[in-house]
Structure formats: C-alpha cells, structure tokens
C-alpha cells in the first residue's frame, strides 16, 4: 500500500487553557436551549431556558454556536439579534428590549435559518460568553431539538421512501458470505482445509521477507507464541514465490490440505494475498486466542481492477489521534486500498508541525474561544469553546525526515 505521508510517530500536542467562570451569576450548566422546527421550514424557535436559582441578566452576555444553515440576517425578534463572527461561528446577543430571565422562567426566539435536512446541518457548539470576561467561554450542553413540522419537504419524502425499502433487504447468511472480501477476480473452490497451527512455517524468500515476517505476526497474534522444539512433522507450511511473469499488485493464492503458495511479482501483491488469507480466518479468532484454524481449499487469482484505490481522512477540520489514524490504516490495508490522503490542513486547522514556523501549530492546530485569535482560532464544527477538550485540537509531530510530503 502507498502512503504518500511516512511518519513514525504521532503526539498529540493540546495548547491553551481555560478559566471557569467566577464572575457569572448564571452558569452555562444553568441554560437550557431548544430549538424547535416549525411548519414553516425556513424558521426554527428557539427557547431559552433558565435553571439555576438566580435570574440570567438582561444584558452583559452572549451564546456562541457553529451554523452551516444560520441566515446572517439574526434573529426574527425585537429580543435578540445574530451576528455572523466569522466562517460558520455566530453569537446570539440580548437587544435592549430583552428582559431579564428569572429562575425556571424561559423566553422564544424566532430564528431565521436555511432549510435543515439532516443532523449535521443544526447548530452545534453551543458556549456562554460574559462581556466582563471576553476571552472566556462556557459550553451549555444542555442543548434539544424537536421538529414540529407537518409538511415534509421533497428530501424528507425522499429519505423516507429509502427508509422503507431499505427495510426490506435481508441479512446474507455467514455461510452463504464470500470467503474472501473484496471479491477477487478468480475464485476457485478446492476440496478439504488446511489447517493453521502453531507449528505451521512460513517459507520466505528474500524479495517478500518484510511479507514473510507480518504473516508470521499475523498468525502468532490469533494463535499465540509458536510451541518450542522441532516442529511437527505433520504441520504444514506457508511458502512465498516470485513470479516476474504476473503483474504488479497481482497475486496467486493456493491453498490445499498440506501446503499454502503466495506468488507475486512485487510486495504489494504478496501482501494483498496475505490480507486475502486473513479473510479467511473467522472473525472470532481475531478476539480470542485459537488452537487451530481450518483454512477451505481454494485457488485464488487476483489483481487490482483500479491503480488508485484510495482513502481520505481529514485531520484540518476534525483531527484524529494517533490511533484512529493507524486504525484506518489497517482497514485500508485489509480492502487493498493503496493510497492514503492525510488531510493535514483547513481554514479550521493547521495539523503538521513545521520547523521554524511554530505559530502554525501552537495557535493553528488549537481551537477555542477567542477574541483576537492570538493563543488559538475559533470554534468550527461544533468543537466549543475550551481548546483541548474537542475533536478541533491537535497536530502531528514531526520526529523523523518525512518524505513524499504532500501537505494538502
């Protein structure tokens, strides 16, 4: 598989800080937000809840939140407004009609907003902001939507009839599930298994040790440490081949009762013939230690249909820890997918370190709440307003020279 990043350690790096909230006399804990869909699609009411046991006053404070369907034309209501911050950040602030919230009393506002089809597209991140303190912010999690809508739109129509059909399709048996996924080009059925073992050698070569070794580790994470002494002279063997004949990524799997044959030109093929035998193996012994697997017999002929199978993950906007990333690389790795896009870089997130230009990571990669923008950005895609604690936070670490760079 070709990765266009190589980079042998990730650290996740948080910068910035955040300080509660001593001088509000309502917490964010304390508000309680719903936002309900009414007949008129273009229109959401949003009621503004107060739970604590002091009033929220009538002014000094703003809600914060992160719309992709929010019109910059505010708040249809003499009580508040909403302005646009920046990018998809908005604040909804008190007008000087809005009066002062007492305890479990609430007020409506009508907003104004684009029709919102699916869940993504609701306002998200809600956070507190008081005048008195501008560069702190306080998430209010306490946050429902309802619809109250009786007419559905052409998209709800739509999503609903795929729904019911949806419904229909049944599950495939396990034992009707093809052996070996994706689909490889031949697949021929022989006549009894071979049997995994501890004892079992695998024979590599020079041109396909790096594969001879990952199968061997392979084999001894679903069946433990090989048994010490000789091995057993009934155990059988896993025997890698070079065919300069076949072409690139092709390979050639053979499996009887006594022996199993990898051949291929390259080490991509011989690797995604080892990705096809795992497939191979039932999905419990990838959970439990096994004594044994029986492998069916069969002849599998395979080569890629596509010289580009790739896989994007984006980093910029939302990141990911070093786990997630090698997840997704061995899922790729298991669907022969051969190209990985690392998408290090958005408005809403600078992900790579680079050196030299430190502020690229120290404010780039952090997001929270800010005035100026100096210690972090802003919140996008409901990351909220304290850095570290959302998916907005974090960069990789350069440890080692990375070559084939393709920042993006």
């Not at 990911?320 to 690392?342: I, R, T």
Request: net charge neutral; with cysteine; charged share 20%.
């Amino acid at each position: 598989m070709k990765i266009y990043l190589f980079a042998t350690f990730f650290i996740f790096s948080i910068s910035g800080s955040a300080t509660a909230q001593k001088a509000a006399l309502v917490s964010a804990a304390d508000l309680e937000l719903n936002w309900m869909q009414t007949n008129d699609k273009d229109e959401m009411v949003l009621t503004v809840k107060n739970n604590g046991k002091v009033s929220l006053p009538a002014a000094g404070w703003k809600i914060f939140f992160n719309s992709r369907a929010m019109k910059t034309i505010g708040v249809d209501s003499l009580l508040a407004k909403i302005t646009l911050v920046n990018g998809a950040l908005f604040q909804l602030s008190p007008l000087p009609s809005f009066k002062a919230i007492a305890p479990a009393e609430a007020v409506k506002l009508h907003i104004a907003t684009e029709t919102i089809y699916n869940v993504s597209e609701r306002p998200s991140g809600f956070y507190l902001v008081w005048d008195k303190t501008p560069d702190q912010g306080a998430a209010i999690k306490n946050v429902e939507f309802q619809h109250l809508a009786a007419r559905l739109t052409f998209e709800q129509e739509l999503s609903k009839k795929v729904y019911e059909e949806n419904k229909k399709i049944k599950d495939i048996p396990v034992n009707q599930l093809p052996l070996v996924f994706p689909t490889p080009a031949d697949y021929s059925p022989g006549k009894g298994t071979f049997r995994l073992t501890r004892e079992v050698n695998v024979v590599g070569i020079p041109a396909f040790a790096n594969e001879a070794s990952l199968l061997t580790q392979d084999i001894t994470r679903v069946l433990g440490e090989k048994t010490a002494g000789r091995p057993s002279a009934v155990a059988g063997k896993i025997v890698f081949l070079k065919d300069e004949k076949m072409a690139e990524e092709a390979y050639a799997l053979t499996i009887s009762p006594n022996q199993i044959t990898i051949a291929a030109s390259d080490p991509a093929g011989a690797f995604y013939a080892i990705q096809s035998l795992k497939s191979m193996f039932p999905a419990s012994s990838w959970s439990k230690i096994e004594k044994s697997i029986a492998i069916p017999a069969a002849v599998i002929n395979d080569h890629p249909r596509f010289g580009f199978r790739g896989f994007m993950m984006d980093v910029g906007r939302n990141f990911q820890p070093k786990s997630e990333v090698l997840k997704a690389l061995d899922l790729m790795a298991l669907y022969k997918l051969n190209v990985f896009h690392f998408h290090l870089t958005e408005d809403e997130g600078w992900r790579l370190e680079i050196p030299g230009l430190p502020e690229l990571t120290t404010v780039g990669a952090a997001r929270g709440h800010s005035v100026t923008e100096r210690a972090q950005i802003l919140p996008a895609y409901g990351s909220g307003p304290i850095t570290g604690l959302n998916s907005g936070t974090g960069f990789l670490y350069q440890s080692r020279v990375y070559r084939n760079l393709e920042v993006c």
